[in-house]
């Protein structure tokens, strides 16, 4: 069972489709680990998420703002016996994740107080979410330039 911020999930396809509800609305989405502990059965971990918003998040429109949020995760996991290994196998059973959704919602909020046209690096993929045009920013394609390393 996954509890979070945007509600409980249960068994695998409730994980992914926690996962695939937030690549809906981020682009490049990633849990960095800052530190991760384990006391008994318990694993608390520090992630960092940050994505670009490439989706609607809180009826909140697309807007390419990058987000950075702090995030606190504790697993609760459990010895699982495999049986192609000889010894135990960590499992985790139950896990909560928590994340600011409101600070998510300012960092995008933040972004639609400036001009499209001025946004940095999501002009062109912002021109297509409002204009229809035909250069559209593919899903593949890199990171926009604001977001590249510059050395």
């Known amino acids: 069972m996954l509890h979070t911020p945007e509600g409980d999930y249960a068994g695998r396809a409730g994980l992914l489709t926690f996962g695939n509800d937030l690549e809906a609305s981020f682009a490049y989405l990633?849990?960095?680990?800052?530190?991760?502990?384990?006391?008994?059965?318990?694993?608390?971990?520090?992630?960092?998420?940050?994505?670009?918003?490439?989706?609607?998040?809180?009826?909140?429109?697309?807007?390419?703002?990058?987000i950075t949020v702090p995030?606190?995760?504790?697993?609760?996991v459990s010895e699982h016996q495999n049986a192609s290994r000889t010894l135990a196998?960590?499992?985790?059973?139950?896990?909560?994740?928590?994340?600011?959704?409101?600070?998510?919602?300012?960092?995008?909020?933040?972004v639609n107080l400036m001009d499209p046209g001025d946004r940095p690096g999501c002009a062109r993929h912002v021109a297509t979410i409002n204009q229809n045009t035909d250069d559209e920013l593919p899903?593949?394609?890199?990171?926009?330039?604001?977001?590249?390393?510059?050395?």
Do not use: H, K
């Not at 928590?98 to 909020?109: C, E, G, H, P, T």
């Not at 330039?145 to 050395?151: A, G, Q």
């Open 71 to 76: 995030a606190v995760a504790v697993l609760r």
């Open 30 to 66: 990633d849990f960095s680990m800052d530190t991760a502990v384990q006391a008994g059965e318990m694993v608390i971990v520090s992630p960092t998420i940050t994505g670009v918003n490439t989706g609607s998040y809180q009826s909140i429109a697309a807007n390419c703002a990058g």
């Open 139 to 151: 899903p593949t394609s890199p990171l926009p330039p604001v977001f590249e390393d510059p050395y």
């Open 89 to 110: 196998e960590p499992v985790v059973v139950e896990q909560w994740i928590d994340y600011d959704r409101n600070l998510i919602a300012s960092q995008v909020s933040a």
